[in-house]
């Protein structure tokens, strides 16, 4: 089965500087791959999701981008965080062709902006 | 606008009665739902899913009712067990065709159930 490495678990930043988290797949190959945030109080969030490498699709507009180099590597940036960029976010794979049970997630990384 | 809502915080039951965690959603173009896990430091679970064909499914310890007219799902848990406490999270998704969907699912807040001994 899949597993989905996400790095750091705790981040604190302060506003204004930059982000990059990554999230590297391992035991597929060509997944889809997912960015999701939860903010305090609300749900999982859908920020990007990409179907293959260099290929991105933003689900809402925010500060932050999202790039695919490789075929299992997926990372979350921004050049400037805002405080509304705090939260919990998550990667996460799919790699099936019918259904969304096979949808695994990273273990997620906390941000603290402040 | 949440489109999928989860309106209890949290949930406490004793060990061996039945949990009912409830999830409410507002976008009749749903589906397809799911119940996702998620214990501390871990990401999220699959759990069960229910399509909108279905009003029930059943997987163990594990139901899913689904209510389409009332756009409410529940997940029931019996008998409960202190290994259920976790974070349960609510999510929806509309089905098209070629499959770029899946994945993109909606979810709700979350619902903290804590199982006592």
């Known amino acids: 089965s899949q597993t989905i490495h996400q790095w750091p678990a705790t981040l604190v930043q302060p506003v204004g500087s930059p982000l990059s988290l990554e999230c590297t797949v391992e035991?597929?190959?060509?997944?889809?791959l997912y960015w999701y945030r939860q903010a305090a109080g609300r749900g999982l969030q859908l920020l990007f999701y990409s179907v293959g490498i260099g290929q991105i699709s933003s689900e809402v507009p925010q500060n932050l981008s999202a790039s695919r180099p490789q075929d299992r590597q997926f990372i979350l940036s921004s050049k400037k965080l805002l405080l509304s960029d705090s939260g919990f976010y998550l990667c996460a794979s799919h790699r099936g062709l019918t259904t969304n049970e096979k949808l695994f997630f990273g273990s997620g990384t906390q941000l603290s902006v402040l | 606008d949440q489109q999928v809502k989860q309106n209890s915080p949290s949930l406490s039951v004793q060990e061996g009665r039945i949990s009912i965690l409830n999830c409410d959603y507002t976008?009749?173009?749903?589906?397809?739902f799911l119940w996702y896990k998620k214990y501390p430091a871990e990401g999220p679970t699959f759990l069960i899913s229910i399509s909108s064909i279905k009003d029930k499914n059943e997987d163990g310890r594990f139901t899913v009712f689904l209510n389409k007219s009332a756009k409410h799902l529940s997940l029931h848990i019996v008998p409960s067990q202190p290994g259920d406490s976790a974070v349960y999270f609510c999510?929806?998704?509309?089905?098209?065709?070629?499959?770029?969907?899946?994945?993109?699912?909606?979810f709700g807040q979350g619902t903290i159930l804590t199982v006592h001994p």
């Open positions: 035991g597929t190959s060509n997944p889809n």
């Open positions: 999510a929806a998704s509309v089905s098209a065709a070629g499959g770029t969907s899946y994945g993109k699912l909606t």
């Open positions: 976008n009749s173009m749903f589906d397809y």
